[in-house]
């Protein structure tokens, strides 16, 4: 079945601590892959996308991710995060095919400590 | 920088009734979508819509759903008759061209709860 995963629910990081949010993906072929964040009162934003190409990835606001065909992964990180980085980051995939539809994992809490 | 706005931001509802969530999409994007977030779960598709028609729904999008642009800037996202489970966080997103390559830009959400 098609699926992706988020493994960690919350996850709790000093501020200028690195931090790193799993994510894996199980489909027939590679899907588009997304990460987008929520911030409280907030629609999601966009971090960053992959199609093709490049398996590391940069975004908005200092994040990466990196696509790891071998694992399924597409983990984001931010090398040094903020207080304002406090946010729920998803995680989501998209066939390849004329497909509009995204699917979401279950999503991160990013909780940044001073 | 615009963006996609959605009214109200929390609804209450008694079950049975009717609700009607609103949403605004940037002004010259030309598909939409709904998505909902039940407490707990996964961000789940419902719906798109483009020309004025349902491109795809999901198995969530019943007889007890429906969805139209009304004028040049509305889309909403009609329930008939609510349920105890329809308690959901509800998200509208809206994109430029209708692949999944254009970037979804989604909304704060509406609340709605039903009791």
């Known amino acids: 079945a098609q699926s992706v995963t988020q493994p960690d629910i919350h996850i709790t990081v000093s501020e200028g601590a690195s931090l790193e949010l799993r994510c894996n993906y199980s489909?027939?072929?590679?899907?588009?892959l997304f990460w987008y964040v929520q911030s409280p009162g907030q629609g999601l934003q966009l971090l960053l996308k992959y199609f093709s190409g490049d398996t590391l990835v940069q975004g908005i606001k200092g994040f990466e991710a990196e696509f790891k065909r071998s694992q399924s992964s597409f983990n984001l990180r931010k090398p040094s995060v903020h207080w304002s980085d406090a946010a729920e980051y998803f995680c989501a995939v998209a066939p390849r095919s004329n497909d509009y539809k995204l699917s979401f994992g279950a999503g991160t809490t990013v909780t940044v400590r001073a | 920088e615009p963006e996609v706005t959605q009214t109200p931001s929390h609804q209450v509802t008694q079950m049975g009734q009717e609700v009607i969530l609103r949403c605004v999409p940037i002004?010259?994007?030309?598909?939409f979508y709904w998505y909902r977030q039940i407490l707990g779960q996964k961000v789940e598709f419902l719906v798109s819509?483009?020309?004025?028609?349902?491109?795809?729904k999901s198995e969530i999008f019943d007889d007890q759903f429906s969805v139209e642009r009304p004028d040049g800037s509305n889309f909403t996202l009609k329930i008939r008759s609510t349920k105890l489970e329809d308690s959901a966080m509800y998200f509208c997103?809206?994109?430029?061209?209708?692949?999944?390559?254009?970037?979804?830009?989604f909304g704060p959400g509406t609340r709605l709860t039903v009791l």
């Open positions: 002004s010259n994007h030309l598909y």
């Open positions: 489909y027939g072929a590679t899907p588009y």
């Open positions: 819509f483009y020309n004025n028609e349902i491109s795809e």
């Open positions: 997103a809206s994109s430029g061209g209708g692949s999944v390559a254009d970037t979804q830009y």
